[in-house]
C-alpha cells in the first residue's frame, strides 16, 4: 500500500524555498486537506466544484509528488452558496492580492471574481483549502487566461472512480507553465505520454498564447 514516504520531493529552488517560508511567517500555517477529506466537506454542496493544480495531476497520470496544498475551483456566482455551505464549520477568507477579510453576514460576495477563498476553523488554526475562483456570469466556466475559452464544467474537467472531479491536466499545466518553476516539469514530463493529439494540439496554442517561447513548446 502507497504511504506519503513513496511521494517525490518538490524541487524547489533556494528562491522557491525563502519565498515559501516568508509566506508562512506573514499568512500563518497550512495543513490542507487532502482532495477525499475535502471531498467530505463538500459533500451536499449542490454547485459544481473541481480539484485543480498538482493534485489533478497526480490523479489524471498517477504521479505522486509531495504538495504544499489542496487547491480547489468554483465559479465566481456561487461564493455566496459556499459561504452558506460551510457556516458554522469553517471560516471562509477572501484572499485579494494578498489582501484578507472573512466572508459571511457582513461580505457574502467577493468583488474580484478572480481572486481565491482561504478556509480554516478559526484563527488559532491552520489554513486548509486554497479556492482560486472561476470567474463567470452565466454558469460556464471560462479560462482566465484564454479570453476565448468558455465552456461547460463538464467539458473542461473528468470524474475519477472516487466520485471526484479534476481539472484537465492540460490546462492545469498551462496555468503552471505561466510560473517557469522547475517543481512544475515532472508534472509536465507524467501528463504528457497521456495527451493525444488533439489535447497536444490545443496545449501548444495555448502556450504560444499564455507562455509564448516556453520551452514546453518544443516537446508538444
Given at each position: 500500500?502507497?504511504?506519503?514516504d513513496?511521494?517525490?520531493p518538490?524541487?524547489?529552488t533556494?528562491?522557491e ?5 516568508a509566506?508562512l511567517a506573514l ?13 467530505n466537506e463538500?459533500?451536499g454542496?449542490?454547485r459544481?466544484w473541481w ?8 490523479a ?6 509531495e504538495?504544499e496544498?489542496?487547491?480547489?475551483s468554483?465559479?465566481?456566482t456561487d461564493v455566496?452558496?459556499?459561504v452558506?455551505?460551510?457556516?458554522g464549520?469553517w471560516?471562509v ?5 494578498g489582501?484578507?477579510?472573512?466572508l459571511?453576514d457582513?461580505w457574502?460576495q ?16 491552520p489554513w486548509?483549502?486554497d479556492?482560486p475562483l ?5 454558469g ?30 492540460e490546462?492545469?499545466?498551462v496555468y503552471k507553465a ?9 508534472d509536465?514530463e507524467?501528463t504528457l505520454?497521456?495527451l493525444?493529439?488533439?489535447r497536444?494540439?490545443?496545449?501548444r496554442s495555448a502556450l ?5 517561447g516556453?520551452h ?5
Amino acid at each position: 500500500m502507497a504511504t506519503d514516504d513513496d511521494r517525490e520531493p518538490l524541487i524547489r529552488t533556494a528562491g522557491e524555498q525563502a519565498e515559501d517560508d516568508a509566506f508562512l511567517a506573514l499568512y500563518g500555517d497550512w495543513d490542507p486537506l487532502t482532495p477525499t477529506e475535502a471531498a467530505n466537506e463538500f459533500d451536499g454542496f449542490e454547485r459544481p466544484w473541481w480539484v485543480v493544480g498538482g493534485w489533478a495531476i497526480e490523479a489524471a497520470t498517477g504521479y505522486r509528488r509531495e504538495h504544499e496544498d489542496t487547491d480547489i475551483s468554483i465559479l465566481s456566482t456561487d461564493v455566496g452558496s459556499l459561504v452558506e455551505h460551510f457556516r458554522g464549520r469553517w471560516h471562509v477568507w477572501n484572499n485579494v492580492g494578498g489582501v484578507l477579510h472573512p466572508l459571511g453576514d457582513r461580505w457574502m460576495q467577493v468583488d474580484e471574481p478572480r481572486s481565491q477563498l482561504w478556509l480554516r476553523r478559526d484563527a488559532r488554526s491552520p489554513w486548509v483549502l486554497d479556492i482560486p475562483l472561476t470567474p463567470s456570469s452565466s454558469g460556464e466556466w471560462t479560462d482566465k487566461f484564454l479570453d476565448d475559452h468558455l465552456a461547460q464544467v463538464s467539458e473542461v474537467t473528468w470524474t475519477a472512480s472516487d466520485g471526484i472531479r479534476y481539472l484537465l491536466p492540460e490546462i492545469v499545466l498551462v496555468y503552471k507553465a505561466r510560473l517557469g518553476r522547475p517543481k512544475d516539469q515532472p508534472d509536465f514530463e507524467a501528463t504528457l505520454p497521456l495527451l493525444t493529439t488533439e489535447r497536444r494540439a490545443w496545449m501548444r496554442s495555448a502556450l504560444e498564447v499564455v507562455a509564448p517561447g516556453h520551452h514546453w513548446l518544443d516537446s508538444l
